[in-house]
């Protein structure tokens, strides 16, 4: 067992680590600012493996199900934290209050709009980015923005342009993505 221990832990325990390294490319990767945590849960595993290891299997591979095993399950456990912060996270367009027309984005304080830019200049000052930047947008995107501009609000839109509102919130997310108005802030 000591020879395993020492060929295992050699050179800043490098092998351990190539193998840790292996699983985790399965997975897809993972940030080096996480790799230490996979180091440290390996390190568990090994003392455990170290317990237990029956001589019924190689040493390496026993080790390196029982690491597999125990990454994949961590990886479900933090996937699933991630979830959960996804299904605590609201849009900005949800409807707050009694009034059915006032969103969290109503709310936020900000003095410069897609809507206000547009509103300010009539279509042949535009500069060539806002051209770029109405260009990427679908006919239906333009018409959202264009009845948004005109002061219209969320369902009168809806039902001026027989939409639905998963419809609309595409259109609205489209409008403000990052995609397409990083033409304008750049």
């Given at each position: 067992m000591e020879q395993i221990l020492?060929?295992?832990?050699?050179?800043?325990?490098?092998?351990?680590?190539?193998?840790v390294d292996?699983?985790?490319?399965?997975?897809?990767?993972?940030?080096?600012?996480?790799?230490?945590?996979?180091?440290?849960?390996a390190n568990e595993v090994f003392v455990d493996v170290m317990k237990?290891?029956?001589?019924?299997?190689?040493?390496?591979?026993?080790?390196?199900?029982?690491?597999?095993?125990?990454?994949?399950t961590e990886m479900t456990r933090r996937n699933r934290e991630k979830r959960k912060a996804?299904?605590?996270?609201?849009?900005?367009?949800?409807?707050?209050g009694d009034d059915e027309n006032t969103t969290i984005g109503d709310m936020?304080?900000?003095?410069?709009?897609?809507?206000?830019?547009?509103?300010?200049?009539?279509?042949?000052?535009?500069?060539?980015r806002m051209l770029l930047y109405l260009n990427r947008l679908?006919?239906?995107q333009k018409e959202v923005l264009r009845l948004n501009i005109a002061g219209f609000l969320p369902n009168e839109i809806r039902e001026e342009l027989y939409i639905n509102e998963k419809e609309y919130v595409?259109?609205?997310?489209?409008?403000?993505?990052?995609r397409n108005i990083s033409l304008l802030i750049q």
């Open positions: 020492i060929a295992y832990y050699d050179d800043n325990a490098k092998k351990l680590h190539r193998i292996k699983i985790l490319l399965k997975f897809g990767g993972l940030a080096e600012k996480d790799r230490d945590d996979f180091y440290s849960l237990r290891y029956d001589s019924s299997q190689t040493f390496e591979t026993f080790l390196y199900s029982c690491l597999l095993n125990k990454i994949k996804d299904r605590m996270s609201i849009s900005i367009d949800t409807l707050i936020i304080a900000d003095t410069v709009t897609i809507e206000k830019i547009l509103f300010e200049k009539n279509e042949d000052s535009y500069s060539n679908s006919d239906l595409e259109c609205y997310a489209a409008i403000h993505s990052y």
